[in-house]
DNA sequence: GATCAGCTTGACGTTAACGTAAAGTAGACC
DNA sequence: GGTCTACTTTACGTTAACGTCAAGCTGATC
């Protein structure tokens, strides 16, 4: 349940018509699913990144507010800040009704994204390159001890 | 003079021979290349990640160092601790006169970071699917709104 | 020799992203 | 009705990665 895979489960109960929008977790469910602190969720919410529903005085959970708290754990991974993942994700529900000014200004930060991106693309090639040099080092030291090993 | 492009400058004066490794930078010139405060470089030598020579007090930085700066704001580009980093570039040139113990550590270091970076990848791959999509919200709004405008 | 730019150490401040502890509530079960 | 579990708010603590003075040294230049 770790929630590495995309997978979505869609699987229905024996006749029941369980919508996926219909489904829903309390804080300790979400927090478990995705390996992070209730805490963590709380933090994210009094960010502005989730905004769940509540009965009562608990929180409760939608499939969109699942899909924000992984659209964002995913950003955190790529070394995005809180700030900036708010403001995609923010824009990503909000875009269709903005003005033109506004519209223009989340193309602006599609953009600046876009290129970071591409950026991590580059740097990550240009480690793996590196890390593959540090391997072969590395592996040619234990060859030469297990020779050396091998003439005692 | 941003060191976007991996462009090591191997000019030559005229009939000089000027080795690379024989370059060497003030704390403010490096500073400068790479687009970050000399308190930043300072912070990274009090890191162990950086070990200038010095002349008096004052430090005087090498090809070697200025190879390993760039590699450690690749790393943090990348979203890397500083300690993580540092885990890598000390092992980056330690790495051959280990014992057998240390190298196999480092040889399982290296396969965290690799599968870190795969990850990456798959995170990179879905961003952007995503972004495309947002973006294509937005302009399909902005042709409505140019369209609303022409009929007006 | 004064001034200035660029270096130094030292120390405290700041921000992001949570951790953690305290004290209270609300429903489930025995 | 008591206990347990999982939730709640409030608030202070912590860590990483620097920023920001302050105060002093050092070599070049006017």
């Given at each position: 349940?770790?929630?590495?895979?995309?997978?979505?489960?869609?699987?229905?109960?024996?006749?029941?018509?369980r919508?996926?929008?219909?489904?829903?977790?309390?804080?300790?469910?979400?927090?478990?699913?995705?390996?992070?602190?209730?805490?963590?969720?709380?933090?994210?919410?009094?960010?502005?990144?989730?905004?769940?529903?509540?009965?009562?005085?608990?929180?409760?959970?939608?499939?969109?507010?699942?899909?924000?708290?992984?659209?964002?754990?995913?950003?955190?991974?790529?070394?995005?800040?809180?700030?900036?993942?708010?403001?995609?994700?923010?824009?990503?529900?909000?875009?269709?009704?903005?003005?033109?000014?506004?519209?223009?200004?989340?193309?602006d930060?599609?953009?600046?994204?876009?290129?970071?991106?591409?950026?991590?693309?580059?740097?990550?090639?240009?480690?793996?390159?590196?890390?593959?040099?540090?391997e072969?080092?590395?592996?040619?030291?234990?060859?030469?001890?297990?020779?050396?090993?091998?003439?005692?």
């Amino acid at each position: 349940m770790s929630e590495l895979s995309p997978r979505d489960s869609i699987r229905h109960g024996f006749g029941q018509r369980r919508s996926l929008s219909r489904r829903q977790y309390t804080i300790g469910e979400l927090a478990k699913i995705f390996e992070v602190t209730p805490r963590t969720i709380r933090f994210y919410e009094q960010e502005g990144l989730l905004t769940p529903e509540r009965r009562g005085r608990t929180r409760v959970y939608h499939e969109k507010d699942r899909v924000r708290l992984k659209l964002t754990l995913r950003g955190k991974r790529l070394g995005f800040s809180l700030a900036e993942i708010r403001e995609v994700v923010q824009l990503y529900d909000q875009a269709p009704d903005g003005d033109e000014r506004q519209l223009q200004l989340l193309l602006d930060i599609l953009g600046e994204k876009r290129e970071a991106m591409q950026q991590q693309l580059e740097d990550i090639r240009i480690l793996q390159r590196e890390l593959d040099e540090v391997e072969t080092r590395c592996r040619e030291s234990l060859a030469l001890l297990e020779e050396a090993r091998g003439k005692r």
